[in-house]
């Protein structure tokens, strides 16, 4: 099955510097990334996703690059504010899989 | 904007005891899902469900485990005999298209179920 690998597992940046959080998939046949944020105690929201068709996605301060032949994605957040203190999570999943494999997290802490 | 909504937010059992969670997954979406996470660790799938019916499941959903859509609006993850090991935030999800084919899921708010 697939294996997503997440790094770091904790990131402390100041307020508006840029943050890169990175994942590496095993599985060549997972064709679609999603990238959740969630706070303490709240559900895992949706922030950017990528699919394998395409190999960078920008949503205003958010943006998420796909290399399918070494098989990583990266998270970029650039100006970062206090609000964007969470914990991101990667995830993977297609070829045979309906299910998201997740990466471990990454606590990323904007220091003010 | 449409939620998928679940019950209890939070549940205390005994251990051995059973437990049902509930999920409305939002009403025009067709897969649903169950996932699991531990207390800081990370979120792990447990079952997805398509037309009446499982369509994958993963390690953990043994047969402790059973899933539920007994009518057309809710979602259900029944839990025999819970284990102190059960203790965790369970999440309802759900998508319109399949996973697999890069569709959106949405998480509801989470379960959290506390074994004692």
């Known amino acids: 099955g697939e294996n997503v690998e997440q790094h770091p597992s904790t990131l402390s940046v100041q307020e508006g510097d840029s943050a890169v959080i990175k994942c590496t998939y095993s599985?060549?046949?997972?064709?679609?990334f999603p990238w959740y944020k969630q706070e303490l105690g709240k559900r895992p929201q949706l922030i950017i996703d990528?699919?394998?068709?395409?190999g960078e996605k920008k949503d205003q301060r958010i943006a998420v690059t796909l290399n399918k032949t070494a098989k990583h994605f990266s998270l970029h957040i650039t100006e970062t504010q206090p609000e964007d203190s969470a914990v991101y999570f990667c995830?993977?999943?297609?070829?045979?899989?309906?299910?998201?494999?997740f990466g471990k997290g990454t606590h990323l802490i904007i220091q003010p | 904007e449409p939620e998928v909504t679940q019950t209890p937010s939070h549940q205390v059992t005994q251990m051995g005891q059973e437990v049902i969670l509930r999920c409305v997954p939002i009403?025009?979406?067709?897969?649903f899902y169950w996932y699991r996470q531990i207390l800081g660790q990370k979120v792990e799938f447990l079952v997805s469900?398509?037309?009446?019916?499982?369509?994958?499941k993963s390690e953990i959903f043994d047969d402790q485990f059973s899933v539920e859509r007994p009518d057309g609006s809710n979602f259900t993850l029944k839990i025999r005999s819970t284990k102190l090991e059960d203790s965790a935030m369970y999440f309802c999800?759900?998508?319109f298209g399949q996973g697999r084919s890069g569709n959106t899921i949405y998480f509801g708010e989470g379960s959290w179920l506390t074994v004692v």
């Open positions: 999800a759900s998508s």
């Open positions: 599985d060549s046949a997972s064709n679609y």
């Open positions: 990528i699919r394998s068709n395409v």
């Open positions: 995830a993977a999943s297609g070829g045979g899989a309906d299910g998201l494999t």
């Open positions: 009403s025009n979406h067709l897969y």
């Open positions: 469900f398509y037309n009446n019916e499982i369509s994958e």
